[in-house]
């Protein structure tokens, strides 16, 4: 598939279209210490996954009411730890010309659904869908929220453009057989530098790079 046959932009929200790694971190440097895991441990894996996946992974011992309440107390961490969560560069700039271009977008995240409002109402984005980790049996790396928000949005998969910066969220948009563009030095279709370049790859104003 070529870009120019993408209908519908698939946009992650963490790190993706908001820039909040460092609030990220810090919740979990924070729930690491309070659960006796190496931070350095967590935070290899938890980019791109829901919360109770990653503490599934993190204390496998855990039984099913541990580790709700473990994701919990992680995402609790992050709801009010906004202050510097900001719209990625090139963010709004490119959902100005997604609607100039009539194209469809939405956001799909391993957030639930206060963390999500909550970010990106701090970076001043509104997204006409959003798909959250209370929406999906099974979060990334599994395709049921990208395969969602591509229903709802009345898309084939196939052309929309799923836009990553973890492993996780790339292995979902391939497996819902999308066109997949990732950020930070990360492999997809398009390996991007920030969404300014996605801008001005759909507006034709620069050729793709090769992979």
Same mark, same amino acid.
């Given at each position: 598939?070529e ?6 932009? +698939? !946009?992650?929200? *963490?790190?993706? !279209? /908001? %820039?909040?790694?460092?609030?990220? =971190? ?8 309070? @659960?006796?895991v190496? $931070? ?6 938890? $980019?791109?996954?829901?919360? *109770?996946?990653?503490?599934?992974? &993190? ?19 992050? @709801? *009010? %730890? !906004?202050? *510097? /969560? ?8 490119? &959902? ?37 980790? =209370?929406? /999906? ?8 929220? @990208? ?5 709802? !949005? ?7 453009? /799923?836009?990553? %910066? ?23 279709? &398009?390996? &991007? %530098?920030d +969404? ?11 050729? $793709?790079? $090769?992979?």
């Open positions: 598939m870009l120019r046959d993408v209908r519908a932009v +698939l !946009l992650d929200m *963490d790190g993706t !279209l /908001v %820039d909040s790694d460092a609030a990220v =971190e810090r919740a979990w440097i924070t729930w690491a210490g309070e @659960y006796g190496e $931070p350095a441990t967590a935070l290899a894996i938890a $980019p791109g996954c829901t919360s *109770d996946r990653t503490v599934r992974r &993190l204390l496998p011992e855990l039984n099913a009411s541990a580790v709700a309440v473990a994701a919990a107390r992680q995402l609790e961490l992050q @709801y *009010d %730890d !906004l202050s *510097d /969560v900001t719209p990625a560069e090139g963010a709004h700039e490119l &959902l100005t010309v997604l609607g100039q271009l009539g194209m469809s977008w939405a956001v799909v995240t391993s957030a639930d659904l206060r963390l999500a409002n909550a970010c990106l109402g701090a970076a001043s984005i509104t997204a006409p869908l959003l798909v959250t980790a =209370e929406d /999906v049996t099974d979060g990334k790396p599994d395709p049921e929220g @990208y395969l969602r928000a591509a229903e709802q !949005l009345g898309v084939a998969p196939r052309s929309c453009l /799923v836009v990553e %910066d973890a492993e996780p969220g790339l292995a979902a948009g391939r497996a819902a057989d999308a066109l997949t563009a990732a950020l930070k030095h990360l492999t997809g279709d &398009l390996c &991007l %530098d +969404l300014g370049q996605l801008t001005r790859l759909l507006t034709g104003t620069v050729e $793709p790079a $090769p992979r």
